[in-house]
């Protein structure tokens, strides 16, 4: 069985500051991992995902993600946040090649970035 | 731009009067996802469609149904809906072959009201 732990409900963080969203994962093989942001009624937006290769991940809005294979870590990073990156976040893992179209989900976090 | 769709974005029913949600994407894609999300909890797969192929969750209740008419079209019907159906019910798209990576690709979203 794969699973997700995302061990913060909520992370504030100043404007401007880096923040750090924190994941880590269980899956049998090697992972997909994806993280994906939601607004307030709105749908799951992409933002970057690790399949293989560097271990730094880059995506939409300046965000990057750092894959720690022995950590089973895939935490998404923002060197200098926005008010504007305030949202709901999700990471989410797939086993690599799995037959089994299923991502699982963790519990999401919300950030709040402070002016 | 191509993207997926969702009409409505807000429907209201009545307590067991049948309700559809309607997807459709302009992506190509060959798979075909609906999510149920529930008060900014994780998306909780119902089912998917694989080209034709439905594949239900195991533990989707037998009150929610799926058709997918073509490529480009796929509708979650509600036949007889609870209070406890009231969510925001997410579809997504992705494309599955062997040189992808899967990714899945989100609508905006139906939130649906039972009175």
């Known amino acids: 069985a794969q699973s997700v732990a995302q061990p913060e409900d909520q992370v504030n963080v100043a404007e401007g500051n880096p923040l750090t969203v924190k994941c880590t994962y269980s899956?049998?093989?090697?992972?997909?991992l994806f993280w994906y942001v939601q607004y307030p009624n709105r749908g799951l937006q992409f933002l970057l995902k690790?399949?293989?290769?560097?271990?730094l991940v880059k995506g939409s809005y300046g965000f990057e993600a750092e894959f720690n294979k022995s950590q089973t870590s895939f935490h998404l990073k923002k060197p200098s946040a926005l008010v504007s990156d305030s949202a709901l976040y999700f990471c989410?893992?797939?086993?690599?090649?799995?037959?089994?179209?299923?991502?699982?989900f963790g519990s999401g976090t919300q950030l709040t970035v402070l002016p | 731009d191509a993207m997926v769709i969702q009409n409505p974005r807000y429907q209201v029913t009545q307590f067991g009067k049948p309700v559809t949600l309607s997807c459709s994407q302009t992506?190509?894609?060959?798979?075909m996802y609906w999510y149920q999300q529930k008060s900014s909890q994780a998306p909780k797969l119902l089912f998917h469609?694989?080209?034709?192929?439905?594949?239900n969750e195991a533990d989707t209740p037998d009150n929610f149904q799926s058709r997918r008419p073509n490529t480009s079209f796929c509708f979650l019907d509600i036949r007889s809906p609870g209070l406890g159906d009231a969510a925001m019910y997410l579809c997504?798209?992705?494309?599955?072959?062997?040189?992808?990576?899967?990714?899945?690709?989100f609508g905006p979203g139906t939130r649906l009201t039972v009175l």
């Open positions: 997504a798209t992705s494309r599955v072959d062997e040189d992808s990576t899967d990714t899945q690709y």
């Open positions: 899956v049998s093989g090697n992972p997909y």
């Open positions: 690790y399949i293989t290769g560097d271990n």
């Open positions: 989410a893992v797939r086993a690599f090649k799995s037959s089994a179209r299923q991502l699982t």
């Open positions: 992506l190509n894609h060959n798979v």
């Open positions: 469609y694989y080209d034709k192929d439905f594949n």
